[in-house]
Structure formats: C-alpha cells, structure tokens
C-alpha cells in the first residue's frame, strides 16, 4: 500500500478494517513517517491484554 496516496490508503482501511482500528493505524503511519519504530498493543483496539499472547 506504499504506493497510494493517504487519500486512497484511509479510503481500502475504511472498507477493509473495522472502525475501532483507523485512529490506531493512523497513528502507526504517522509514527513510522517521524521515523519512530512504533508497537502494536492490542488494547488499542479494544482487545482484552488478559487474553491475548502477543501485542501486550
């Protein structure tokens, strides 16, 4: 998805993810273009840590 513009890119996640992980995502894109190495936590999209192996 490299090759999109933002426009098109927010435009695949609106049909592709549910809802509750576009702020998320968003989030990790503005991250990695500040060139920070930014980590998943499932809590982010309203996962239970308590259940969950990775992405603590």
Do not use: A, C, H, V
Request: hydrophobic share 25%; aromatic share 10%; net charge neutral.
């Amino acid at each position: 998805m490299k090759n999109f513009t933002k426009e098109k890119r927010m435009e695949i996640n609106q049909k592709s993810f549910p809802s509750q992980i576009e702020g998320p995502l968003e989030n990790y894109e503005n991250q990695r273009k500040e060139g920070k190495t930014p980590i998943f936590k499932g809590s982010s999209i309203g996962l239970n840590e308590e259940e969950l192996d990775y992405w603590k």
